[in-house]
């Protein structure tokens, strides 16, 4: 099967590891992210072609070998590199990343994932739905020591293991959530904001880093909670306090989501009255809609589509969403796709494209 016939493939459903958001889930995938460069090389952003395509050539075997399929990037025109970077397979958008010798190794899960010759020599990248965090951590790891028992990784005793990023030397472990929280974004805004930054976590959703939106009816709903590690230490202490948010913003969102007052309520059936009316704007307010329609089909006042049916069309936009969440994004084709069929959906009209 051709590369072109691969990508299609994996690009036209949702993620395999996406969960299907019940009303008592709030956390809808795990992540974790490890980079590492290979000993005695200079990191990518130094190499010349020749350098990179060597690099590919040597790790290409070992990756391969643990089940994973390649996707060449120089082999993708921008709007492929574009989706694989929305489901959080890529690390940028940028025609940049189209040259020689850089790929993006996939399972047919896409619960690991390896990034050749980005930022870094090798991303690691474990994903699984919901709250499994732990779990990928452990994959994460031993997905580690296989390719390093092959391709020795750069380090020293004073600084760990050497990225690109000086702040990620050390472990650079990097732990992730996606957390889905519409009536948190309705009711206690400030509050979470407030948690965590308490906590010293980041996140982002799609009005950028650190930021929630300023009136409900923008979405915002999605968020992406992450820390960083520095030492083996601080990654062990970074899944217990993850795992003790997860906890904390499970329990204020169903609550929220108990105990909506009128006037969220009233904000959810004037957003989808918009959406069915087929007068959103965009993608954000097209996605911003689907998050409230989600929550109003769970309490029952959205009861002309099927809580089955927002679902899947939740998840078409989902990747595209969740990657605005980074601050200089800019709308690609995918976006006015997206929008303008979910919103055929809803209203029951036909749309080109």
Not at 10 to 23: D, Y
Not at 59 to 64: A, E, I, K, M, S
Not at 323 to 344: E, L, P, Q, W
Request: charged share 25%.
């Amino acid at each position: 099967m051709s590369m072109k016939k691969r990508l299609r493939r994996l690009t036209k459903n949702p993620p395999v590891w996406a969960k299907r958001l019940g009303r008592n889930d709030v956390v809808t995938a795990s992540r974790v992210g490890i980079p590492r460069n290979l000993s005695g090389r200079p990191f990518p952003h130094r190499m010349n072609r020749g350098d990179l395509v060597r690099t590919l050539d040597d790790v290409r075997p070992t990756l391969t070998g643990t089940g994973l399929t390649e996707y060449s990037v120089s082999e993708m025109s921008d709007f492929d590199v574009g989706l694989l970077w929305e489901r959080g397979l890529s690390l940028g958008h940028n025609p940049e990343y189209t040259a020689h010798g850089k790929s993006i190794f996939i399972d047919p899960y896409e619960r690991r994932t390896v990034v050749v010759n980005e930022l870094d020599h090798i991303w690691m990248i474990t994903a699984r739905a919901g709250n499994r965090l732990r779990d990928c951590v452990f994959e994460a790891v031993a997905m580690e020591d296989e390719i390093s028992c092959s391709h020795p990784f750069a380090a020293n005793d004073r600084d760990g293991f050497l990225t690109s990023w000086v702040e990620q030397h050390g472990t650079g472990v990097r732990l992730s959530i996606i957390i889905f929280i519409p009536a948190v974004t309705l009711e206690a805004r400030e509050d979470f904001s407030a948690e965590v930054e308490r906590r010293g976590l980041l996140f982002a959703g799609p009005f950028g880093i650190g930021t929630m939106p300023e009136n409900p009816p923008l979405g915002g709903s999605l968020m992406q909670i992450w820390c960083h590690s520095v030492n083996e230490e601080g990654t062990a202490n970074n899944l217990v306090m993850m795992e003790d948010f997860i906890r904390y913003v499970t329990a204020l969102e169903l609550e929220c989501r108990e105990n909506l007052s009128l006037g969220s309520l009233d904000i959810i059936a004037r957003m989808w009255g918009i959406l069915s009316n087929r007068l959103t704007a965009d993608e954000s307010d097209t996605m911003a809609s689907l998050e409230l329609g989600l929550l109003g089909a769970w309490n029952g006042i959205i009861d002309d589509f099927e809580i089955p049916n927002i679902q899947k069309l939740f998840y078409l936009c989902l990747d595209g969403h969740l990657m605005s969440c980074y601050t200089g994004r800019k709308k690609i084709d995918t976006d006015i796709v997206r929008a303008n069929f979910v919103k055929s959906c809803v209203t029951g009209e036909s749309t080109s494209g």
